[in-house]
């Protein structure tokens, strides 16, 4: 399996990208564009210290420049083997989750080899909603009290999310693992997603009150190194909707969430979406929205994936619409382009090495019938007209 993204494919796929967006955005300004009057740019001018975002971005990246050198950069994001991690922190204060917002003091040793290691003081914090109020081991922020160092070109790293196994136990092992193998789908359409990295996590309670726990984890690329992976910035107003989104971008996740079988997200107070736009002021009327947190979705089949009353459909593995109403055209176009990734997503999931046979044949089994979809043109017809038909009119 190809290891990371290139510098050439990043370049590539950057300068693509934004010609596109650029050729959107003069089309937009040619026209009487619902986006005019909904929102002059998706970058606020000013945030709430203040300060013009673009200026604190400047100055960020100035800051990091005058730092001292870090003593060794990292490939958290650009390999793809098993990493082992621990994690020294009160386990039992921790998943007593007697506050909200309580925060513990901790120890992050990434073991790279037998004898290679980096050791961090972080600050845990919960994160999420659902997994915060089902699951015994939540998700979590991590602070690192000293940054860690993406690859030279990438940026420092400061804050970092974990996902955890809800529950001890094989079974949820699995369901971490299919978790990451969705964000690799997702890679393979496009760039701007978050990187994932698989590993092997060890929870160790500094208070010896509890014996060490071994399971899986995933740690996601930080807002901040996509930012500076394509020079772009996050937008942090929860007002937009769909309409405000790049469309090639935002009917790209709609159909992509429809083929994994993924209800749980929106645009509309980014729930497990994250929104960025370019740096550029003249290219900042759009956004591009993220996918994170894949837990719900019927590739990964976990068994509390129950969706709730009213949304139409009865399991986790039922596909549902929930993009934007588009053309016939416009569909098709956006299957088509899908049709033609099948090979290089099945790639992924057969070349995978941490899942069983059993586990792939299913996942392949579930993805086919979305394939067998666009196989005929009869097929691909009823599809568009499902499509039509539980698309969002938004205005």
Same mark, same amino acid.
């Given at each position: 399996?190809?290891?990371?993204?290139?510098?050439?494919?990043?370049?590539?796929?950057?300068?693509?990208?934004? @010609?596109?967006?650029?050729? =959107?955005? &003069?089309?937009?300004?040619?026209?009487?564009?619902?986006?005019?009057?909904?929102? #002059?740019?998706?970058?606020?001018?000013?945030?709430?210290?203040?300060?013009?975002?673009?200026?604190?971005?400047?100055?960020?990246?100035?800051?990091?420049?005058?730092?001292?050198?870090?003593?060794?950069?990292?490939? $958290?994001?650009?390999?793809?083997?098993?990493?082992?991690?621990?994690?020294?922190?009160?386990?039992?204060? &921790? $998943?007593?989750?007697?506050?909200?917002?309580?925060?513990? %003091?901790?120890?992050?040793? $990434?073991? &790279?080899?037998?004898?290679?290691?980096?050791?961090?003081?972080?600050?845990?914090?919960?994160?999420?909603?659902?997994?915060?109020?089902? *699951?015994?081991?939540?998700?979590?922020?991590?602070?690192?009290?000293?940054?860690?160092?993406?690859?030279?070109?990438?940026?420092?790293?400061?804050?970092?999310?974990?996902? !955890?196994? *809800?529950?001890?136990?094989?079974?949820?092992?699995?369901?971490?693992?299919?978790?990451?193998?969705?964000?690799?789908?997702?890679?393979?359409?496009?760039?701007?997603? +978050?990187?994932?990295?698989?590993?092997?996590?060890?929870?160790?309670?500094?208070?010896?009150?509890? #014996?060490?726990?071994?399971?899986?984890?995933?740690?996601?690329?930080?807002?901040?190194?996509?930012?500076?992976?394509?020079?772009?910035?996050?937008?942090?107003?929860?007002?937009?909707?769909?309409?405000?989104?790049?469309?090639?971008?935002?009917?790209?996740?709609?159909? =992509?969430?429809?083929?994994?079988?993924?209800?749980?997200?929106?645009?509309?107070?980014?729930?497990?979406?994250?929104?960025?736009?370019?740096?550029?002021?003249?290219?900042?009327? $759009?956004?591009?929205?993220?996918?994170?947190? +894949?837990?719900?979705?019927?590739?990964?089949?976990?068994?509390?994936?129950?969706?709730?009353?009213?949304?139409?459909?009865?399991?986790?593995?039922?596909?549902?619409?929930?993009?934007? *109403?588009?053309?016939? %055209?416009?569909?098709?176009? %956006?299957?088509?382009?899908?049709?033609?990734?099948?090979?290089?997503?099945?790639?992924?999931?057969?070349?995978?090495?941490?899942?069983?046979?059993?586990?792939?044949?299913?996942?392949?089994?579930?993805?086919?019938? &979305?394939?067998?979809?666009?196989?005929?043109?009869?097929?691909?017809? @009823?599809?568009?007209?499902?499509?039509?038909? !539980? *698309?969002?009119?938004?205005?």
């Amino acid at each position: 399996m190809k290891t990371g993204i290139n510098s050439k494919r990043n370049n590539a796929g950057h300068n693509l990208y934004f @010609s596109l967006v650029l050729l =959107f955005v &003069f089309s937009v300004l040619q026209s009487n564009g619902q986006n005019d009057t909904t929102v #002059k740019s998706l970058v606020s001018p000013v945030d709430s210290t203040g300060q013009n975002q673009k200026d604190r971005i400047d100055t960020n990246r100035t800051e990091v420049q005058d730092q001292k050198p870090p003593e060794r950069y990292l490939s $958290l994001f650009e390999e793809e083997d098993l990493l082992k991690v621990s994690l020294r922190f009160d386990v039992v204060k &921790f $998943l007593k989750k007697a506050e909200r917002d309580q925060s513990v %003091e901790g120890i992050m040793t $990434l073991h &790279f080899s037998e004898t290679d290691e980096l050791e961090r003081k972080v600050t845990l914090k919960y994160r999420g909603q659902s997994r915060f109020e089902r *699951c015994k081991y939540p998700p979590t922020r991590i602070t690192f009290k000293k940054p860690l160092y993406e690859v030279s070109d990438s940026g420092r790293i400061k804050n970092i999310k974990l996902v !955890n196994q *809800c529950q001890q136990g094989s079974l949820y092992g699995n369901y971490v693992i299919r978790e990451y193998l969705v964000y690799k789908l997702y890679n393979v359409l496009t760039d701007t997603s +978050f990187r994932a990295r698989l590993i092997s996590l060890d929870l160790i309670d500094s208070e010896n009150k509890r #014996k060490t726990v071994t399971q899986y984890g995933i740690l996601l690329e930080p807002e901040r190194l996509l930012e500076e992976r394509l020079n772009m910035v996050e937008v942090k107003t929860k007002t937009l909707s769909q309409t405000h989104m790049f469309p090639a971008m935002i009917d790209r996740l709609a159909i =992509f969430n429809y083929m994994v079988s993924n209800w749980d997200w929106s645009v509309p107070g980014q729930h497990n979406i994250s929104v960025f736009t370019s740096v550029n002021p003249e290219l900042s009327r $759009l956004g591009i929205p993220v996918p994170f947190d +894949f837990d719900l979705t019927g590739v990964v089949n976990a068994e509390y994936a129950i969706p709730p009353p009213g949304l139409g459909i009865e399991t986790n593995r039922d596909r549902m619409f929930s993009g934007i *109403c588009r053309t016939r %055209e416009v569909y098709q176009g %956006e299957l088509m382009a899908l049709r033609e990734k099948k090979e290089e997503l099945y790639s992924v999931i057969t070349e995978f090495p941490y899942l069983s046979k059993a586990d792939k044949r299913d996942i392949i089994t579930f993805m086919d019938k &979305f394939f067998d979809q666009l196989e005929k043109p009869r097929n691909l017809d @009823s599809l568009i007209d499902y499509l039509l038909e !539980n *698309c969002k009119e938004l205005r």
